[in-house]
């Protein structure tokens, strides 16, 4: 891959952040008609993150290592006498060869790189993808078939008006970092955004995802039919995803992957509840996060 002409993203997270990565990737590589690399050496690394996106029909591929250095290692002066790494410092951030994400907002910037660049970041906004998104849409499907639970399911979703249900616990419970820094949904945003949700419905019926299911079981009581949704393991997480994307409604959490899930829904009157606390620190701006046409509660 030419290095001279390249767009390359960072991949970090989980499956959700990896989507927002390679789709902002993507939208950069596609303005400029340029490839997309994708560097996995941070995943190759936290072996508890691996990475997911081979199980979606990306058209990228996965950058050697020998390619991520000749983009990112600096050698030689081309700027007169002045090394190149000295140049890249004086340049505006957006011209550099290493773009970095200065706040979590969007950044209208973006529009104005140019490859070569490495990406480094998580560009959690649609914003930063719009022009493409009926191509990420394509890009965005499951590559391998699908467990018989699995398609036994979404028949089963297809015969409701069927509701997905994300509630994220796992390390936003376990490790005092992530819960400090992310927290959780309240019971009580769940409560309100299904009687929001249910009162429209004829026949709804609840279907819950989440990394702990036990604990869903026992303290989410709700009037309605519900589902628990069990069988993948983390392994096969791209399922959960592509089961909530059938769902014709979506009750998220504050996680990308519940985003991408409502986000792939492609329901003609599909509605979106959102947390409005998306992080315990308020000062964080998410308002380019949800999409204007979902519902923050």
């Keep these: 891959m030419n290095s001279s002409n390249i767009v390359?993203?960072?991949l970090n997270g989980g499956l959700g952040n990896q989507m927002f990565q390679y789709a902002n990737g993507l939208a950069i590589a596609n303005r400029n008609q340029a490839p997309l690399g994708l560097d996995t050496s941070i995943l190759q690394r936290e072996t508890s993150r691996p990475f997911l996106l081979h199980h979606l029909n990306i058209s990228a591929k996965v950058s050697s290592i020998e390619e991520i250095n000749r983009l990112i290692t600096f050698t030689g002066s081309s700027f007169q006498a002045l090394p190149e790494k000295s140049r890249q410092k004086i340049l505006p951030y957006y011209r550099r060869r290493i773009v970095r994400e200065r706040s979590f907002g969007f950044d209208s910037n973006i529009f104005r790189v140019?490859?070569?660049?490495?990406?480094?970041?998580?560009?959690?906004?649609?914003?930063?993808?719009?022009?493409?998104?009926?191509?990420?849409?394509?890009?965005?499907?499951l590559t391998e078939p699908l467990n018989e639970t699995t398609r036994a399911l979404s028949i089963e979703i297809g015969q409701y008006e069927s509701v997905s249900i994300?509630?994220?616990?796992?390390?936003?419970?376990?490790?005092?970092?992530?819960?400090?820094?992310?927290?959780?949904?309240?019971?009580?945003?769940?409560?309100?955004?299904?009687?929001?949700?249910?009162?429209?419905?004829?026949?709804?019926?609840?279907?819950?995802?989440?990394?702990d299911v036990d604990w869903c079981k026992q303290h989410l009581k709700l009037d309605y039919p519900m589902g628990f949704v069990a069988h993948n393991g983390s392994d096969r997480s791209h399922e959960d995803l592509w089961l909530m994307?059938?769902?014709?409604?979506?009750?998220?959490?504050?996680?990308?992957?519940?985003?991408?899930?409502?986000w792939l829904c492609s329901y003609p009157e599909k509605r979106v509840i959102a947390p409005i606390r998306w992080f315990n620190d308020p000062s964080i701006d998410t308002n380019d996060l949800i999409p204007t046409s979902w519902v923050r509660i």
Excluded at 119 to 130: I, R, V
Excluded at 245 to 262: D, K, M, P
Aim: a positive charge; aromatic letters at 18%; proline letters at 4%.
């Design 8 to 10: 390359m993203a960072q």
């Design 166 to 211: 994300h509630i994220r616990r796992g390390d936003y419970v376990t490790n005092p970092v992530h819960n400090q820094y992310h927290g959780i949904c309240s019971l009580e945003y769940y409560h309100l955004a299904v009687e929001i949700l249910a009162k429209d419905l004829r026949q709804p019926k609840f279907f819950v995802f989440s990394d």
């Design 245 to 262: 994307s059938q769902c014709q409604r979506h009750i998220i959490a504050n996680s990308s992957f519940s985003w991408w899930g409502a």
């Design 114 to 141: 140019r490859p070569p660049v490495y990406l480094a970041g998580y560009w959690q906004s649609e914003k930063y993808f719009t022009e493409i998104a009926g191509f990420l849409r394509k890009e965005f499907t």
